[in-house]
């Protein structure tokens, strides 16, 4: 069974329909997302909260794929490279 389940990210309401039983891992899932926004804002507070939102999505996507294939190395070198060049550019 689906509901309408409200969530917070950066601030700003979304409702998403989840299965009942995801209903606790969605809530997790927000929570983690907005801890890690909140890292790269206090990390690199120049950054509009759009780019603040792209990098911590990419920061946890990157972390998932490491989890998922360890000798994936180059990736986490190249979201450190397109930081650095986001960094750069501001």
Avoid at 2 to 24: D, N, S
Avoid at 35 to 45: D, P, T, Y
Avoid at 67 to 73: A, F, G, I, N, Y
Wanted: aromatic letters at 2%; charged letters at 20%.
């Amino acid at each position: 069974m689906a509901v309408e389940q409200k969530v917070v990210i950066a601030g700003r309401e979304y409702w998403l329909r989840c299965a009942v039983k995801e209903q606790a891992e969605l809530q997790e899932a927000a929570r983690l997302l907005n801890g890690k926004i909140a890292q790269v804002r206090q990390g690199a507070g120049h950054l509009s909260m759009e780019q603040s939102i792209v990098l911590a999505a990419l920061s946890l996507g990157q972390q998932l794929v490491v989890q998922q294939s360890p000798q994936l190395d180059e990736c986490q070198q190249r979201l450190t490279q397109l930081i650095r060049l986001i960094d750069t550019q501001n």
